[in-house]
Structure formats: structure tokens, C-alpha cells
């Protein structure tokens, strides 16, 4: 059974920093694409990063670009989103994601984590 857990969210201010991490399980974690999800209130669900199977291909959303940064540990099964110059728009709940196959620009992925808020006071 595959498991994904995120940690790291919370509260922080504008201009601050926060480290998400995602923990994988029951999963060929070098088989996926790994993706971070964000969803405000009352928002679609957008993809915020996504990188692939050995780190050498990243996507990022224009809202982070130069701000957010992706990362995997594949000894560990982990997968990082740095997050710095928060601003109040990023406030969300951000999910982790495992995609099959090649990094896409879509959110078909087969496996999501339960999500972990992050709230950026201004």
C-alpha cells in the first residue's frame, strides 16, 4: 500500500521560509515523477513543482519561479519543496503527488499525500 506523508507546513510571514518535505512508501519511488500541489480556498488545484525520476528535470509553476525550489532523495524515498520569499498568495494546502512515467505539466498522478497547510501572514 503506498503512503505519502507531508510535514513542514505552518505559519510563517511574508518573506519567510519553509521546507516541505514528502515521505514515500509501498512505491518504486524511482519510477515517478514527483509533484507538489497547492489548493487555496475556493481555488482550483494548481501544480506548483514537479521534478522527475533522477532530479534532472524540474518544472515550476511562473508564480514561484525563483522562489521554490524541488528536490528528491531517492536513497530516502523523499521529496523536498524549499519555499522562500513566502508571500500571502501562497497560502494553501500543498500536496505531494507520485506520477508514473515522464514529468508532465498535468495533474494525472496516481498517488497524492493528505496534504499539510502552509499560511503566510502579510
Known amino acids: 500500500q503506498v503512503h505519502m506523508v507531508e510535514s513542514g507546513g505552518g505559519l510563517v510571514q511574508a518573506g519567510g521560509s519553509l521546507r516541505l518535505s514528502c515521505a514515500a512508501s509501498?512505491?518504486?519511488?524511482?519510477?515517478?515523477?514527483m509533484g507538489w500541489f497547492r489548493q487555496a480556498p475556493g481555488k482550483k488545484r494548481e501544480l506548483v513543482a514537479a521534478?522527475?525520476?533522477?532530479?534532472?528535470?524540474?518544472y515550476y509553476a511562473d508564480s514561484v519561479k525563483g522562489r521554490f525550489s524541488i528536490s528528491r532523495d531517492n536513497a530516502k524515498n523523499t521529496l523536498y519543496l524549499q519555499m522562500n520569499s513566502l508571500k500571502p498568495e501562497d497560502t494553501a494546502v500543498y500536496y505531494c503527488a507520485a506520477r508514473w512515467g515522464d514529468l508532465a505539466v498535468s495533474d494525472a498522478y496516481n498517488y497524492w499525500g493528505q496534504g499539510t497547510q502552509v499560511t503566510v501572514s502579510s
Open positions: 509501498g512505491l518504486a519511488f524511482t519510477s515517478y515523477t
Open positions: 521534478i522527475n525520476w533522477n532530479g534532472g528535470r524540474t
